[in-house]
């Protein structure tokens, strides 16, 4: 297990957040050649990436910049990180999405044809057709589209390997290390002259380390990837980033026989589900199997503060929506169910690049449930833009400025 003392006083990078979006950050980060340092409050994939589903998806994304970096980030996994593919399960599952009614199903293929026409792969399927692909799902589907692109990663697995290749390379992991503070320059806004301070600096004044309870660690440059909490690591630096947590249940049934379940399944408005901004209950169903014969049913969405209480009506509703779409299920035994938080943002994009509101200061967070997916493709252009690389893709869509209110205290942030 890594240890919280002997913290490195200097590096490149530090990557705040042990998930899978910050070790993807920091492998790429040292596979460009730079020293990086990787602090969590907590365990590894001890926040969102353990109580996530895994999903890499291309299926349930509108076109527009999610779809192009969910593209870009399934490219990443399944070429950069290819070789490493069986260490955290992944699978080329695809996912098959299942219209109940001619009208869903009318909705769910003018959604297919305008990502077909931004390179997505998708197949129509006639209702018939259905039951050659899952021989379980209900017979009273109008039809539905398969995605062969969408793809499964034991998340937990992810977020450990990753971080073992990084530290392969001389990258130092510390658990149980808080980041409690910001090393500031002191001077003009911007980069002035002056000696780091422990805090203060000034409004605008460069990031230049961090401070634990275990030291401080000097670097010219530091990621915040703390997922659900990353609105509060931003504070610290003085700067306003509207990530709030968005909980979600998911039930895990026992074991059944091999290939119950063979594709990622999910019902046609899932994908407004994802894209609504409700802060009520809201349930779609998505069900897959497991390597180990389980089958993971979800998913609800809510937004209740940090709030981990079970909820009978969350639970009641993943397992209708399950019972909805595979009969059999009804039959089954669930064994347990847990809930995680999804780091949501008002416009349901995530917050990638350098914050010039703090220079020093960059982000790689606020993926909302599509996190685990969009991780590859989001290391590998922090590690691009960190270097001075053109990045892949334009992170212009992804600025963490983009929320910065207008004077008076608009309600609505810019640029939505």
Known sequence: MPRTQDLPRTADLVVIGAGVVGAAAAWFAT???????????????????????????????????????????????????????????????????????????????????????????????????????????????????????????????????????????????????????????????????????????????PVTGVRTPHGTVSAPAVLNAAGTWAGAVAGLAGVELPVLPRRGFVLVTEPLPPATVRHKVYAADYVDAVASSDAELQASPVVEGTGGGTVLIGSTRERVGFDRRPSPAAVRALARGAIGLFPMLASVRAMRVYAGFRPYCPDHLPVIGPDPRAPGLWHACGHEGAGIGLAAGTGKLIAQALTGEATDLDLTPFAPERFEFEEGGADEPRGE
């Open 31 to 205: 596979l460009a050649g730079l020293r990086v340092v990787v602090v969590d409050r907590g365990a590894i994939a001890g926040g969102t990436s353990g109580a996530g589903e895994g999903n890499v998806l291309v299926s349930d994304k509108e076109p527009g910049p999610e779809l192009e970096l969910a593209r870009y980030s399934r490219q990443v996994w399944g070429e950069d990180l290819g070789p490493y593919g069986e260490w955290w399960e992944f699978e080329r599952k695809g996912g098959l999405v299942v219209a109940s009614t001619p009208a869903a199903l009318a909705a769910l293929r003018t959604l297919a044809e305008r990502q077909r026409a931004r390179g997505v792969v998708v197949q129509e399927v006639s209702g018939a057709e259905l039951h050659d692909l899952e021989p379980r799902l209900t017979r009273e589907a109008a039809g539905g589209a398969l995605y062969p692109q969408d793809a499964q990663v034991q998340p937990m697995l992810a977020a450990a390997h990753l971080l073992r290749l990084a530290r392969r390379r001389g990258a130092v992991v510390r658990t149980r290390t808080e980041v409690v503070g910001f090393l500031r320059r002191t001077g003009a806004p911007g980069g002035g002259a002056g000696a780091p301070a422990a805090s203060g600096g000034g409004a605008g004044a």
